[in-house]
């Protein structure tokens, strides 16, 4: 893989540093849980990045997601804030006894939710870093192009992630989880 790729955006012409994209990906890549990651890591994480009411509707339906959903109420309790309106309807189905903790973990779930979500930022990072100058896919047929799916690929390869670009094209194109 060359260092350099000149890029050509419509009307202009440019170089994209790809150790630079890759450094930009690579923000959010790390914070990618791993896999033997405690439920509380999981809830700093999810109040970090603004999506507690995702992690609510996957408690309703993966029993590791009810833990850190828990996890999350006691955060907001014990530090007096108020919580979103979707965890706040959650603790008192939960208290009330009107939902119960699914049997199965729901783990893996979870782990490929926060892995989607950080994918999804590190290619609207690499896109914004490159000011149009980079496409989202890459065309195979034209020589010495890279797009920012492929960067995002190679971050997650040299990252200890074995993930295709056939796989973060998916991930990148589809919804980023559906409601149940």
Known sequence: ???????????????????????????PLAMIPSQHETPVAYAVLARRLGIVPDIVDLALVGGFAWDVAGILAGQYIKEGEAMPEELEQYVV??????????GKSGKSALASFF??????????????????????TRNDVSKNKI???????????????????EAVKKIHLAPLFKRP
């Open 147 to 165: 797009s920012a799916l492929e960067v995002v690929s190679i971050a997650l390869i040299e990252s200890g992630h074995a993930i295709s670009y």
């Open 93 to 102: 189905h939960r208290l009330t006894g009107v939902c119960n903790r699914p």
């Open 1 to 27: 893989m060359p260092k350099n790729i000149t890029v050509r955006p419509p009307g202009s012409e440019m170089t994209a540093d790809i150790g630079r994209l890759k450094a930009i990906a690579r923000g």
């Open 115 to 136: 892995r989607n979500a950080m994918i999804k930022a590190a290619v609207n990072l690499v896109l914004v870093a490159q000011e149009g100058g980079i496409k989202k």
